[in-house]
T-cell receptor, first 110, second 112 residues
């Protein structure tokens, strides 16, 4: 599957600031999934979006799938130190295989 | 969600040697996936391990370098053969449930 690009690659924020990572594809995606990988850990599934324009929330996290299903975003409100990690988007391509985005590494400073 | 046990968690190996990574799942699953994550990079799918048939490899990965076994529906191994420093990575096994992936804890491999 085609790898999707994520921006930014790195983001440093002060605790309490908001954070957004964007996932962009040149082709229409069947779905988008988001994973979080803590430093030294393995990726953990957060959520899946399927519908055009879909928005889902998990506490301080808001996930959005674009109307054209070519982009997605993850927004964290009022970051905390527990939000530190790398956030990956991923999509299902041919053969039901999951292809991961390039990732955004988030660091939160007190 | 499935519980996946992967071992070893880390190893340091000499070039030219081979390492076999084991992945045990607490439930029967049709497909298991092996990913590689090079330092600071994203995850790249190596192959899909199918029970009862040969693994399906992605472009850039070959069976001679990464032989995979899948003897039953709860277990798989990945061997990294004839290792070189370029093989230093984290190797992760995963299974799918309702379309999302659940990962083992990973094997951090360093090749000297």
């Amino acid at each position: 599957g085609q790898q999707v690009m994520q921006i930014p690659q790195y983001q440093h924020v002060q605790e309490g600031e908001d954070f957004t990572t964007y996932c962009n594809s040149s082709t229409t995606l069947s779905n988008i999934q988001w994973y979080k990988q803590r430093p030294g850990g393995h990726p953990v599934f957060l959520i899946q979006l399927v519908k055009s324009g879909e928005v889902k929330k998990q506490k301080r996290l808001t996930f959005q799938f674009g109307e054209a299903k070519k982009n997605s975003s993850l927004h964290i409100t009022a970051t905390q130190t527990t939000d530190v990690g790398t956030y990956f988007c991923a999509h299902t391509g041919g053969g039901n295989k999951l292809t991961f985005g390039t990732g955004t590494q988030l660091k939160v400073e007190l | 969600s499935a519980v996946i046990s992967q071992k070893p968690s880390r190893d340091i190996c000499q070039r030219g040697t081979s390492l076999t990574i084991q992945c045990q799942v607490d439930s029967q699953v049709t497909m298991m996936f092996w990913y590689r994550q090079q330092p600071g990079q994203s995850l790249t799918l190596i192959a899909t391990a199918n029970q009862g048939s040969e693994a399906t490899y992605e472009s850039g990965f070959v069976i001679d370098k990464f032989p995979i076994s899948r003897p039953n529906l709860t277990f798989s191994t990945l061997t990294v053969s004839n290792m070189s420093p370029e093989d230093s990575s984290i190797y992760l096994c995963s299974v799918t449930e309702t379309g999302s992936l659940f990962f083992g804890s990973g094997t951090q491999l360093s090749v000297l």
